[in-house]
């Protein structure tokens, strides 16, 4: 079946900018989850989403930051007045079910604040 | 929290010839995942094998074997017969059983498969 599909796969704003980030995750799969993977500082946790709620948010690096998911599917990740510290990629994972095991990751959201 | 380190930034191995990746990490949980995940250019994150911290046999997956040593909190990534196509960079994670389903990656390490 269709994987983690993640779009658009490059995204290059204007610092001030707002940018929205989609991911659909593997059908079925209820649990799903943000990172983002920077230069120098790897992998970061952001959120993840079980059903339509966001048990754990803690990682959303500010109150710019929000997230949404709607229908136990599709989750967009926004980023308001965007700053250059938030180019990274940014990458999108499900699992089947919270807590037993591995994720499968989307292909990423490149995105550049100029 | 949970912790994970990869104390290898880079490392290289001839085609054909076996290298082994090391993962440490520091818990106080008793059960809990662990995988390793490979992420080539394409920047698509690929699990690789994952290891249950309940099962005391050491997971395989074709090429890939884990040796995984819970009281030293080690979990190394053997890797036989290497390929062109196993350059990329390798991440150790965690996540603990049940709630708090977060992955905790180490730093990675990159392999280059040299010809």
């Known amino acids: 079946g269709a994987g983690v599909s993640q779009s658009p796969s490059n995204k290059v704003t204007e610092k001030g900018k707002d940018v929205e980030l989609r991911c659909d995750p593997i059908?079925?799969?209820?649990?799903l989850y943000w990172y983002r993977q920077s230069l120098g500082q790897g992998l970061e946790f952001l959120i993840y989403?079980?059903?339509?709620?966001?048990?754990?948010k803690s990682g959303l690096p500010s109150d710019r930051f929000s997230a949404e998911r709607t229908g136990g599917s599709v989750s967009t990740l926004t980023i308001q007045r965007t700053q250059q510290e938030d180019s990274a990629v940014y990458l999108c994972?499900?699992?089947?079910?919270?807590?037993?095991?591995?994720?499968?990751f989307g292909p990423g959201t490149r995105l550049t604040v100029t | 929290a949970q912790t994970v380190t990869q104390s290898q930034p880079e490392m290289s191995v001839q085609e054909a010839e076996t290298v082994t990746l090391s993962c440490t990490y520091d818990?106080?949980?008793?059960?809990?995942?662990l995988f390793w995940y490979k992420q080539p250019p394409s920047r698509q994150m690929i699990l690789v094998i994952r290891?249950?911290?309940?099962k005391q046999q050491n997971a395989t997956e074709n090429r890939f074997s884990v040796n995984f040593q819970k009281a030293a909190k080690s979990f190394s990534l053997k890797i036989s017969d290497s390929q062109l196509g196993d350059t990329a960079m390798y991440f150790c994670?965690?996540?603990?059983w049940g709630g708090g389903s977060r992955l905790t990656f180490g730093e990675g390490t990159q392999l280059t498969v040299n010809p």
């Open positions: 059908s079925g799969h209820t649990a």
């Open positions: 989403f079980q059903g339509n709620s966001a048990p754990d």
């Open positions: 290891q249950e911290a309940y």
């Open positions: 818990t106080s949980e008793n059960n809990y995942y």
């Open positions: 994972a499900s699992s089947l079910q919270q807590g037993l095991g591995e994720q499968y």
């Open positions: 994670a965690f996540v603990p």
